[in-house]
């Protein structure tokens, strides 16, 4: 699936496929509450090559990609009508967990896309996400923190119940925010996750307040950013802009030439962090709904 992202995005521009870190985690979130395999549907070619795939994720939401030269020729119709028909079956089971209203979405510049999701009862939700993308053209400033801080690559085990937790503190009570220890240590062992560009700023009593997930695609030579925090008691201290400075280093290390993010386009902290190291607004996101 990463491998068909990739080609994808090769063929066609930045952004007209999710970048490979948000698959990554995408399926993390699978992993964790889920089974992957009865919440994505794969459809292969004749010589058995992926060229598209569908994910059925919590809350609920609906995500399908496919390759080029096989978009909009019958795999999106598939893929919809699996969606709905194991929704139907979740519903059924747990109406409390799934009887929510269908969620997808599609980029501002993606008419195909969106007329399909209008044909098939979405409309534009309340949520909107910029698209941003910053050169790595030249070398980041150095990280600047507060006396007795640092900022490095996740040690990985010794500190995974630190690094978990800061993840937790972050983002509960949304559902990326319920991760356990043990989930932690299985986004480590996922094809894709480096934990050079996994970037924490610890305090000074070691507690880990800040940090990104970065993840790179090798073939387009573009790095991404997700999930990014840090913790309430230490924002407003420079370490999210820290961390992420230290993560645009270790990208170019492994030839990364640009990188990207999406936030909230609400989200006025974020967007003034962004664009303090060099990003700049690309494209947008819009979220769909599905009608009753």
Known sequence: MQGMLMEGRSRTNDWHYPHVGDLIFWFFMLVCHLTPQEFIRLWHDAEGKLIGYAI??????????????????????????????????????????????????????????????????????????????????????????????????????????????????????????????????????MPGYDQQLDVVALAPDGIIAAYVNGWIDPLNRIGDFGPVGARFAYRRQGLTKAVLLECMRAMQMRGMNRVSVSTGETNEAGLRLYGSVGFRIVNKYFEYVKNE
């Not at 999106?76 to 799934?98: I, S």
């Not at 510049?109 to 790595?136: S, T, W």
């Open 56 to 189: 059925l994720g919590e809350d609920p939401s609906f995500d399908c990609q496919v390759l080029p030269e096989y978009e909009w020729h019958g795999i999106e119709l598939e893929a919809f009508a699996w969606v709905e028909r194991r929704l139907a079956e979740l519903v059924e089971q747990d109406g409390e967990r799934w009887g929510g209203r269908l969620v997808s979405g599609a980029r501002q510049d993606d008419a195909l896309r969106i007329a399909f999701l209008e044909k098939h009862g979405f409309q534009r939700g309340e949520y909107a996400e910029v698209n941003m993308i910053c050169p790595l053209d030249g070398k980041p400033p150095e990280p600047i923190v507060p006396p007795g801080y640092q900022v490095r690559s996740f040690t990985g085990k010794d500190q995974l119940s630190n690094r978990a937790d800061a993840h937790r503190d972050v983002w509960h009570p949304w559902t990326v925010g319920n991760i356990s220890d043990e989930d932690y240590a299985a986004l480590m062992r």
